[in-house]
């Protein structure tokens, strides 16, 4: 073996595959150091400490983002949240949902799984372990990892959920309730998703997404399309960290899909949005969800809603664990600005896209920032 492929961690040598397995694994076997590999550049770090802190924790700036009553969204308040909606997509590409109205079981038992499945030995864990970003059920780790040049502190577990029939039998079999708690929780979040895209085309003067006549064709289309879309529940999982402001648990990032709804860990902060030239650190509100603006809703809205960079930061004392729900058109869809939204005031601004040719890209080229969706402007 070449030098290369062995690094000194206090006097542990650990081989370049090692990281492969993760960063659990390796923290598993013992670590007083951040491995070389997982060094960001100083620009990129963190800078935990450095800025002045207006709310607390850390010394980062804590950002409160709109809150949304899902509740409200459905009685008779529903325009003037559609307004708060339509802002808060437009100026943070982000905000928090409260009164969602999933039960906080249905959540607790998705929490609870997850972190038990994290907690399993490694030799359970590798058997979902790929390197096929295709991979409907995958356990892997960084961001790319077959791309990343620098890995970051993440280790994950995706599982596709649509459609459930076809999916379900691959997800892991251990811990033995993960499928039904899984499955559970990923169709109370696809019919919240539906909800509020309802809201989202609405408060773009798209009324109705579920039509009361099957002549309104178009409007069925995009019905069935949102239906039929991609989901991907992804677990993540970011390991207590010895240096952690030399490192990330994810990179700056801004999501491919439609919308995604995120439950943060209710106890460790880590997630930080971009916002006004900062980067603000998102305090978690219990029982909510942050939903964000991903990509192919930003080109949906001809850029009227923006998908917004983010990361991740890990921390000393304990392990984070978060749940995204990611939903997206299908991957033979064609993504275009809503023709409603264009005219000679407002020109279009995107070029037609689709899932696939995002997974192509990203499988060739590498995720980084909003580099995808910078090659689908028009200039
Ligand atoms: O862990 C988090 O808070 C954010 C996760 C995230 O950005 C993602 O899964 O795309
Ligand atoms: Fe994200």
Known sequence: MGLAAVESN???????STYQRGVKHLCE???????????????????????????????NWNLKL?????????????????????????????????????????????????????????????????????????????????????????DFLKLSCHSLPQHLPSWPSNPSDL?????????????LYLKLMEAILESLGVKEIAPKSMEDQENDWM????????????????????????????????????????LQDESVQGLQIHHGGRWLTVEPISNSFVVNVGDHLEIFSNGRFKSVLHRVLVNSSSTRISFASLHSLSLDSTVRPLPKLIDEANPRRYKDTDFASFLNYISSVGHKGKNFLDTRKLT
Not at 10 to 16: A, K, L, P, R, Y
Not at 111 to 130: A, D, I, Q, T
């Open 66 to 154: 709109p809150v949304i009553d899902f509740a409200q969204l459905q009685g008779s308040n529903r325009s003037q949240v559609l307004e708060h909606l339509a802002d808060a997509c437009e100026e943070y590409g982000f905000f928090q949902l409260v009164n969602h109205g999933i039960p906080s079981q249905v959540i607790e038992e998705l929490r609870s799984v997850g972190r038990r499945f994290f907690e399993l030995p490694y030799e359970e864990r590798c058997k979902y372990m790929n390197l096929d970003m295709r991979s409907p059920v995958r356990c892997g780790t960084s961001f790319n990892q077959n791309k990343d040049q620098i890995l970051c502190w993440r």
């Open 10 to 16: 206090n006097g542990h040598e650990v081989e370049e």
């Open 223 to 262: 019905a069935k399309d949102l239906e039929n879309g991609s989901q991907i529940v992804m677990v993540n999982c970011y390991p207590a960290c010895p240096e952690p402001d030399l490192t990330l648990g994810m990179p700056p990032h801004s999501d491919y899909g439609m919308l995604t709804l995120l």
């Open 29 to 59: 076997g013992g670590i007083e150091r951040v491995p070389r590999k997982y060094v960001f550049p100083v620009s990129e770090r963190p800078h935990l400490g450095t800025e002045r802190s207006d709310v607390c924790c850390g010394g």
């Open 179 to 191: 499928r039904e708690v899984a499955a559970n929780y990923s169709l109370k979040t696809k019919f």
